[in-house]
C-alpha cells in the first residue's frame, strides 16, 4: 500500500481517538475531522474533501436517518408504557425456576432491540433482584447476563440505531441483518449464560455492602450476604415476583407505571399484556423480513440474484409496507394507539417522542458523519489502495472490519462510534475484495463488542447497578464481553462460507 495513502488512513482512524479521549468534542465532530486529516494527507483538493463529507452525510442519512428516528420512537413509548416490563416477566414465567439466567439474558436481549441499552438495564435490573432474593443468592450471574443480553441485540440487531446505521452504510439488506442478528443472539446467548453462571459465584461476596443490603436485605447482608449458599427457600421461581415488595418492581403488573401518572378518577389503573406490548416490534420486524423473503424469492423466478432487478407486481404491496420506513411507522402508531391508555395527555405523548428524537440526534449525526468520512477515503484513493493491501495478505478481507471495530472500541468506549467508523473504512473496500455487505455488517457490529470497560458509560451502568468494583467489574463484565466477542468470530467464518 502506498505509504502516503496508508499514513492518510491511520491519522484518520487516530484523529478519532484522541480527539474523543483528549478533548471536549464528541465523536461526531472527531468523524468530520478525521475526513478533512485523511483527505488531505492523502492529497485530495481541500475543496473536494468538503464535498464528500457532505455528499456522504447526506446519502447516509437519506437512506437511514428516517428509520433510527422512527426505532428510536418506539423504544420511548413500549418504556413509558410499561411494555418493555410486561414483556419481561412473560419471559421469566416462560423459562421457569432453575433457568433464570437463561430468562435474564433472553429478556435482555428482546428488550435491547428497540431500547437503548443503558435504559434498558435500568428498568429491568429490579427484577433480577427480585429473582435473586427468592433464590436467596446468584445476583451477580442474573444481573450479567442481563446486562450481556442487552449487548447482542444491541450490537447486532436493527431498529438498534447502531446495525441500523452499518447496515446503510454498507448497503447491506435489512432484512437479512436482522434474521443474522438474531441467529447470532441465539447461537451466543449460552456463551452469556455460561460465562455467568462459572463468574457469578466467584465474585458474590464482592458485591459492596449497599447493593448486597438492597438486593437481600439487611439480615442477609449483616450475615455475609447469601453468595455462599445455595438457591432455596421462598416460593421459588419466577412466579413469586409479583410478591416482592413495591420498590423492587418496574412497574409491576398490578401497578400504573410512574410515567403515565395516576389514571383520571373512575379509570382503571392501566396495563399492557406482553401480546399487545410485543406488536410494535413484532409487526415492523415481520413486515421487514417478508420484504426479504418475498424479494429473494422474486429475484430467484427471474434469474437475477444480485444488483438491480424490475421488481415483480405480486411483490410490490411486500416492498411497500417491508420498506423500513413504512414498517415503522407502523410500529409507532401500534406502540402511540395500542400501548397507552386513551387519557394520556397528547402534550405528554409529544414530550416523549421529542425525548426520543433528542436521544437520537446525535447517533444521526455520527452517522451522517461516518458516512462522510468512508466517501472521503473512496474518493481520496486510500479506499482502493487498501482493498489492494489487503488483497495481497492472507488474512480474510472480513476480517478487516473485525479488527477496525474492535480497535475503536477499546480505544474509545462506544461501541456505535467504533462500528460505524469501521463501517465507513469497509464501504469502500465491498466491491473490489468481494466482501458481502451482510458479512461486512455482521463483522462491524461483532467487533464492536470487545472487552467493555471503564471508557464504555454502559460498563458503568451494569457494575454500578451490579455492586461489582475494581478487578471483579473487569472480570465480571469486561471479562462476559469479551467472551460473546471471541464467539462472534467462528459465527463469521460460517457465515463467510454461506454468502461467499
Known sequence: MDLQLLLALLLGIATIIVVVLRTRLDAFVALILASVVTGAVAGQPLLDTITSITTGFGNTLASIGLVIG???????????????????????????????????????????????????????????????????????????????????????????????????????????????????????????????????????????????????????????????????????????????????????????????????????????????????????????????????????????????????????????????VIALVIGILLAVYVLLPRWTPRTTVHTWLSEAAASAGLILLITGAGGGFGLVLRDSGVGDALAEAIASLSLPAFLVPFLIASLVRIAQGSGTVAMITAASVTAPLLEPLGIDPLLAAMACTAGSMVFSYFNDSYFWVVTRFTGLEGTAALKGWSGITTAVWLGSIPLLFVLSLVVG
Open 70 to 324: 422512527l426505532g428510536v420512537g418506539i423504544g420511548k413509548i413500549l418504556e413509558v408504557s410499561g411494555a418493555a416490563d410486561s414483556l419481561a416477566r412473560a419471559f421469566l414465567r416462560a423459562f421457569g425456576k432453575g433457568r433464570e439466567e437463561w430468562a435474564m439474558g433472553s429478556v435482555g436481549a428482546l428488550v435491547s432491540i428497540p431500547v437503548f441499552c443503558d435504559s434498558g438495564y435500568v428498568i429491568m435490573n429490579p427484577l433480577a433482584r427480585s429473582i435473586a432474593r427468592v433464590k436467596r443468592g446468584g445476583y451477580v450471574a442474573l444481573a450479567l447476563a442481563l446486562g450481556c443480553g442487552m449487548t447482542l441485540t444491541h450490537h447486532m440487531v436493527p431498529p438498534t440505531p447502531g446495525p441500523l446505521a452499518v447496515s446503510g452504510l454498507l448497503g447491506a439488506d435489512l432484512g437479512l441483518v436482522i434474521i443474522t442478528g438474531l441467529v447470532f443472539t441465539v447461537i451466543l446467548l449460552p456463551v452469556v449464560v455460561l460465562y455467568a453462571r462459572w463468574v457469578g459465584p466467584q465474585l458474590e461476596d464482592r458485591v459492596v455492602p449497599a447493593i448486597r443490603e438492597a438486593v437481600y436485605g439487611r439480615t442477609a447482608a449483616l450475615a455475609g450476604g447469601p453468595g455462599r449458599s445455595a438457591p432455596s427457600g421462598g416460593s421459588g421461581g419466577t412466579g413469586s415476583l409479583d410478591q416482592q415488595s413495591g420498590d423492587e418492581q418496574s412497574g409491576g403488573d398490578a401497578t400504573t407505571p410512574s410515567a403515565l401518572g395516576e389514571p383520571p378518577a373512575g379509570q382503571p389503573a392501566h396495563h399492557v399484556g406482553a401480546f399487545l406490548g410485543s406488536l410494535p416490534l413484532l409487526v415492523p420486524l415481520l413486515l421487514i423480513v417478508a420484504n426479504t423473503v418475498t424479494a429473494a424469492i422474486d429475484r430467484n423466478q427471474q434469474g437475477v440474484l444480485s444488483g438491480d432487478y424490475e421488481v415483480s407486481s405480486w411483490t410490490v404491496p411486500f416492498a411497500f409496507v417491508g420498506n423500513p
